[in-house]
């Protein structure tokens, strides 16, 4: 019977021995760590999609109120094709250091490198600058300019003449 009494009392002394303070912190970690392992995760939620772009017609008026102003998008032409810049807004749109160009076809001011308001088509009712009067050089610079815009931002139309056959079809839909 005394062997009992003493083999009985060794397994209190060897389970008194594993809870120490040190085992009963390293359990409680793991317990901790295999809590948030194996719980469930919320499924992921993917972002809104954007609103999908709809290519237009645009006459030099009006591509003028996408200027950025009043929250409005940012677009500007270059050799009739009309990209929207509002990415860039910081560069493109009010206050910006190519502010004249947004909502107006740029490309005469961007092939000559100014980036001034005479640079501009005064009247919006009139035709297209034809642009015929560049030089090598500044067509060469121009084709620069289209090309990083078109790597850059999205076309999301074409610039017409006010009174051309595309403008008034533009006008009907």
């Known amino acids: 019977m005394a062997d009992i009494n003493t083999s009985s009392s060794s397994a209190v002394a060897e389970a008194a021995s594993f809870l120490t303070p040190l085992n009963i912190l390293l359990i409680a970690i793991l317990a901790i760590s295999m809590y948030y ?5 919320p499924a992921p939620t993917l972002p809104a999609p954007t609103a999908p772009t709809v290519f ?3 006459t030099p008026p009006t591509l003028l109120p996408f200027d950025g102003r009043n929250n409005a998008p940012v677009y500007l032409a270059v050799r009739g094709r009309v990209f929207d810049v509002t990415p860039g807004k910081n560069f493109y749109g009010p206050n910006g250091p190519y502010a ?7 490309s005469r001011g961007l092939a ?7 640079m501009l088509t005064k009247d919006l009712q009139g035709p297209l600058d034809t ?3 560049l030089d090598d050089e500044q067509l060469e610079a121009l084709r620069g300019w289209e090309e990083r815009f078109s790597e850059k931002y999205l076309v999301v139309g074409k610039l017409v003449p006010v009174g051309s056959e595309e403008a008034q079809e533009a006008q009907k839909a």
């Open 100 to 106: 004249n160009f947004a909502g107006r076809d740029a």
């Open 112 to 118: 000559s490198g100014s980036f001034d308001e005479d």
């Open 131 to 133: 642009l015929t009067d």
């Open 56 to 58: 237009q017609t645009f």
């Open 37 to 41: 392992r194996l719980k469930p995760q």
